[in-house]
């Protein structure tokens, strides 16, 4: 079944490390996306991708690095420079956009990665 | 910065139509209304979506006003398992395809 998978799903980290997480999707979707949710609160967009080897910073891009070599692919690395890393990270992609439909493309999401700094 | 606001949190009986509000005051003629629902720390997940016209599907309906600067999300029989953190967010369905999520309103239902 077509669908997003991020791995880890739990993942500790030491300070001073650099740490990457996985985002792959079978879905032949075009657009992926990369969140951050801490306890109790909204969704902030770290980075996004509309097309592979393009991408752009999102609202709190600082102390993460993305690349999209592969279409499938949308890795997320936690450098050092991330303060306060700790967090619930969530991938998201989106189809191809479809001009013809009158109804918008929905987002899908994967089920998310928790990283701890020990 | 998120494109809409909502109150930071709800209470309804259940049984009861939980009527959420988003405003959306700065929307453009070629953004959608979308409205997603996340409960405990898993992905959320799509309820509805609308452009211009009401909307209603299996789960919700949407009303969205006729200039289009807010929206509401009607749960016709709130249950207990609607309780949820629900996102109301605007997408402009272009090449930079932003999707910028806010807090959201904390939904709970009460027994």
């Known amino acids: 079944d077509g669908g997003i998978t991020q791995s880890p799903k739990y993942l500790f980290r030491k300070e001073g490390q650099n740490v990457t997480l996985s985002c792959e999707q079978n879905?032949?979707?075009?657009?992926m996306y990369w969140y951050r949710q801490d306890p109790g609160q909204g969704l902030r967009l770290i980075y996004y991708?509309?097309?592979?080897?393009?991408?752009q910073k999102g609202d709190i891009a600082e102390g993460y690095s993305v690349s999209r070599e592969k279409k499938e692919s949308f890795p997320l690395t936690v450098t050092s420079a991330q303060k306060n890393p700790t967090a619930f990270y969530l991938c998201?992609?989106?189809?191809?956009?479809?001009?013809?439909?009158?109804?918008?493309?929905?987002?899908?999401f994967g089920e998310g990665s928790w990283l701890t700094v020990v | 910065d998120a494109k809409t606001t909502q109150p930071p949190s709800m209470d309804c009986a259940e049984g009861r139509a939980a009527n959420l509000p988003c405003n959306h005051s700065?929307?453009?003629?070629?953004?959608?209304v979308y409205w997603y629902r996340q409960i405990h720390s898993q992905g959320p997940q799509y309820i509805i979506h609308?452009?211009?016209n009401n909307e209603t599907n299996e789960m919700a309906s949407l009303i969205i006003t006729e200039d289009r600067k807010s929206s509401t999300l009607i749960l016709p029989h709130a249950t207990l398992r609607d309780t949820a953190v629900y996102y109301c967010?605007?997408?402009?369905?272009?090449?930079?395809?932003?999707?910028?999520f806010g807090k959201g309103t904390r939904l709970h239902i009460l027994p």
């Open positions: 998201a992609s989106i189809p191809p956009l479809d001009r013809s439909r009158s109804s918008g493309n929905t987002i899908y």
């Open positions: 879905l032949n979707h075009d657009a």
């Open positions: 991708s509309q097309i592979v080897n393009d991408f």
């Open positions: 700065t929307i453009s003629g070629n953004e959608y």
């Open positions: 609308g452009l211009k």
């Open positions: 967010i605007v997408r402009n369905l272009n090449r930079d395809d932003k999707i910028i």
